[in-house]
């Protein structure tokens, strides 16, 4: 028996075993794969390798493309040749991924095995440069793929499917997005999440009140949070309640600010002004004890804490497990941060309240100083010191805005530019790599 007989015999007693009777269309697209490649062998002697080297023909594979169900997107992989995967790529973990066997860029190979192009694709590399809004669409809507030869025919095609776990755009998307984005801002969060650490230390050294603990509480889990690359439902639900807490933290000193600008102007109204040494004091103790500096820091670490907690939310939702629901908050989330601005920060809405409360303050204290009979140099030095006071906050305020702008900025960053991402085809499922950044 030749070996063009041994096979087809071998397909029957197959078809025979699992009683395929019931499915002809299957059975009839089986066995025309069949026939092509028993028309490639030989009658006696060869083996597969042999089959597999003759495989070299002008329907060689030059690239695999998928597209959306509403035709609004659509990614290219270009055959590479020459592409070597050194240090600079890192493999793309799939491992969460439910079910390989569903894979898209799987299957569309296997339905172009017989034809050469599941082998072809096997032995090289594809690569696409894609915009990460382009991802995004793909990732939401059906999906289709193709398989086109050198003459730019399709060799091979799948149809729209819907996206899911077991489609590899949406674990492609999430960890392309994560792992690029991570670059950027893990370690400038917590270089940022170390000075609001600082500055909360400072702070509470002053006052120890339930809203500062809360503050330190949100800290802690803002910290861990930031840390870590798995997350469940309840992690995604307790963040947004830190996120609660924060904003309603800071509303809340911002009421106690507004409270303490009503003290100073009572102050500031008072007959009795500085003709001695002891009551300058007085006044000036006065205005200490309204804690608005201190109410203001506490406000402004309370918002900087909330952009941080945003931030540490945006990160979470790209590491949790992928669905159509969670790609379209994502979508959303990354939409507010490219529209970012500094009028969204809370001293913005302190900004005319401080400075007109410093000014007329500053401007009393001079007044006053200039009319006084008694301890004039006295006032001069009270004065110098208050206008130091604010001269540190406003040091502090200014590096509070960079840090929260640059926070915003590390996010925005690589979502707005171009991933390499390489594919390969290795046996049951595809891999897939990307580039980082040097």
């Keep these: 028996m030749n070996n063009r007989t041994m096979l087809r015999d071998l397909f029957e007693r197959i078809l025979r075993f699992f009683g395929w009777k019931k499915r002809p269309d299957q059975?009839?697209?089986?066995?025309?794969?069949?026939?092509?490649?028993?028309?490639?062998?030989?009658?006696?002697?060869?083996?597969?390798?042999?089959?597999?080297?003759?495989?070299?023909?002008?329907?060689?594979?030059?690239?695999?493309?998928?597209?959306?169900d509403s035709n609004d997107s659509s990614l290219m992989f270009n055959l590479r040749k020459d592409l070597q995967l050194d240090s600079k790529w890192k493999q793309l973990d799939r491992s969460g991924s439910d079910n390989f066997s569903k894979d898209i860029v799987t299957d569309v190979i296997r339905g172009g095995v017989?034809?050469?192009?599941?082998y072809a694709l096997s032995q090289n590399l594809f690569t696409s440069t894609v915009d990460p809004a382009t991802l995004m669409k793909l990732?939401?809507?059906?999906?289709?793929?193709?398989?086109?030869?050198?003459?730019?025919?399709?060799?091979?095609?799948?149809?729209?499917?819907?996206a899911g776990t077991s489609v590899f755009t949406p674990v492609f998307i999430f960890q392309a997005l994560s792992i690029v984005t991570g670059q950027y801002y893990m370690a400038g969060i917590s270089k940022q999440l170390n000075a609001i650490q600082a500055k909360l230390d400072e702070l509470l050294i002053l006052h120890h009140t339930e809203r500062e603990a809360r503050l330190r509480s949100a800290f802690n889990f803002i910290q861990k949070y930031s840390q870590r690359k798995v997350f469940e439902i309840e992690d995604l639900v307790h963040i947004r309640s830190i996120i609660g807490d924060l904003v309603e933290v800071r509303e809340e000193y911002h009421i106690l600010l507004e409270n303490s600008v009503n003290e100073i102007k009572e102050v500031l109204k008072t007959d009795t002004w500085f003709s001695t040494k002891k009551e300058a004091d007085i006044v000036s103790n006065k205005i200490q004890s309204s804690g608005f500096i201190y109410k203001m820091g506490m406000c402004l670490k309370a918002d900087e804490l909330f952009h941080m907690a945003t931030i540490v939310e945006f990160h979470m939702n790209l590491f949790a497990e992928p669905t159509q629901n969670r790609i379209k908050l994502i979508e959303s989330k990354l939409s507010v941060f490219q529209g970012f601005s500094e009028n969204e920060l809370m001293f913005k809405k302190t900004e005319a309240l401080y400075n007109k409360t410093k000014n007329s303050f500053i401007k009393k204290l001079e007044e006053n100083e200039n009319k006084s009979v008694f301890s004039s140099d006295s006032q001069k030095r009270n004065i110098n010191d208050f206008k130091q006071i604010f001269k540190n906050f406003e040091v502090d305020k200014r590096k509070s805005f960079a840090s929260t702008k640059d926070a915003i900025e590390l996010i925005v960053k690589p979502m707005n530019q171009p991933l390499e991402i390489a594919m390969r085809e290795n046996g049951a499922i595809s891999e897939f790599f990307i580039k980082e950044e040097e």
């Design 114 to 118: 017989m034809s050469g192009a599941g």
């Design 139 to 162: 990732a939401k809507g059906g999906l289709s793929s193709a398989v086109v030869g050198s003459n730019g025919k399709i060799i091979s095609q799948a149809g729209f499917v819907k």
């Design 27 to 68: 059975i009839q697209q089986l066995s025309e794969k069949l026939d092509f490649v028993i028309s490639h062998l030989p009658a006696t002697g060869a083996q597969v390798p042999a089959l597999r080297s003759g495989f070299a023909n002008p329907e060689m594979p030059q690239s695999i493309m998928f597209s959306s």
